[in-house]
């Protein structure tokens, strides 16, 4: 059987990934890639081009953001996929998740130059396309080629985690409004990487169950963040809660990403894919002498 090769979770350089929307698309293409999402986080200046470019290759779209949410302390990513990129209320909601960035940057410098590593906002500027997104991957790659680290993950772990120098306390969007702008803009809200927070069973449960009870709908299995024995827990997990799975490689760049575009195992046969309820959202391919008019009504 043909499975459909998904990879619905990526990043451009419209946030912390490097490679321009169009770039991406056509490697997500040519490593076999079917539908395709670019999700960069907080911000959906990108979908509009990403979507061009995918059916212009041939390629099926799904419109998409990861949106930062603060959840028992922890900050939690809830990918959400199909939304429309036009719609006023999650533009409006991404605006107000973006416009602490600056301000944090700012203090996460502050941080740095107590141990020492000064310059370090207008460094990690210096690498950001989106001036509305400055993110702490753009201060670790402004940290390793000026020779304080030899790669992004060693700087995560010395300079920009809670507890170390350059992390500062931040307030993103609450997980009920996430979810809520989502499913408004037509979205189906996903829970990111779960196995990446660091929360105890009890506070996991109480993450299911409220994105659940807010709407929330599908949760990320196959993602570039989870070992096998990952995959397998949330696989059960999604089961067990009833939620839609999803696949995605949480693509960045390719010196820094583990998972390449596209190349992710398939989801365990027994998941629904939540690209079966995402179907009417998904862009098309016309038939070639028909793509002009297909973007034009898309
Ligand atoms: P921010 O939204 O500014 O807090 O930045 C979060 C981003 O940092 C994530 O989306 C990842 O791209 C990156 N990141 C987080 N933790 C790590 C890590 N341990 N190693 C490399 N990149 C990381
Ligand atoms: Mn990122
Ligand atoms: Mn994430
Ligand atoms: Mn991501």
Redesign the pocket.
């Known amino acids: 059987m043909h499975l459909l090769n998904a990879d619905l979770h990526s ?1 451009s350089n419209v ?2 990934g490097t490679l321009a929307p169009e770039t991406l698309a056509e490697r997500a293409r040519a490593n076999g890639v079917e539908i395709w999402a670019l999700t960069d ?2 911000e959906l200046s990108g979908q509009r081009r990403a979507r061009d470019a995918a059916l212009a290759l041939g390629m099926g779209y799904l419109c998409g953001t ?1 949106i ?1 949410v603060t959840f028992a302390g922890e ?1 939690v ?1 809830i990918l959400g996929l199909g939304v429309d990129p036009d719609n006023a209320a999650l533009q409006a909601g991404l605006a107000v998740t973006r416009a602490g ?1 600056r301000q ?1 940057a700012r203090e996460m410098a502050d941080g740095l130059a107590t141990v020492g590593i000064t310059g370090a906002f207008e460094g990690a500027l210096r690498y950001v396309s989106n001036p509305d997104l ?5 201060f ?1 790659r402004f940290l390793v080629d000026s020779g304080v680290c030899s790669d ?2 060693s ?3 010395r300079y ?2 809670q507890g170390h120098p350059g992390y500062v306390v ?1 307030r993103w969007a609450g997980l009920g409004d996430a979810v809520r702008w989502i499913r408004g803009a037509g979205g189906m809200a996903v829970i990111a990487h779960p196995a ?1 927070y660091r929360f105890t069973p009890t506070e996991e449960y109480a993450l299911f169950t409220e994105f659940i009870a807010h709407g929330g709908r599908g949760v990320e299995v196959m993602t570039g963040s989870h070992s096998h024995t990952e995959q397998l827990k949330y696989a059960d997990t999604a089961l067990e809660f009833g939620l839609f799975a999803s696949r995605g490689s ?1 693509f ?1 760049s390719p010196t ?1 990403s583990r998972v390449e575009l596209g190349s992710l195992p398939d989801l365990p046969g027994k998941l629904r894919p939540v690209w079966d309820v995402l179907q009417d959202r998904i862009h098309r391919p016309g038939p070639a002498t028909d793509r002009t008019q297909s973007q034009a009504s898309a």
């Open positions: 990043h946030s912390d986080h907080d990861e930062s900050t990513h960035r944090r400055i993110s702490r991957t753009h670790a992004t993950h700087v995560f772990r920009l985690t931040h990446r949480d960045h820094e």
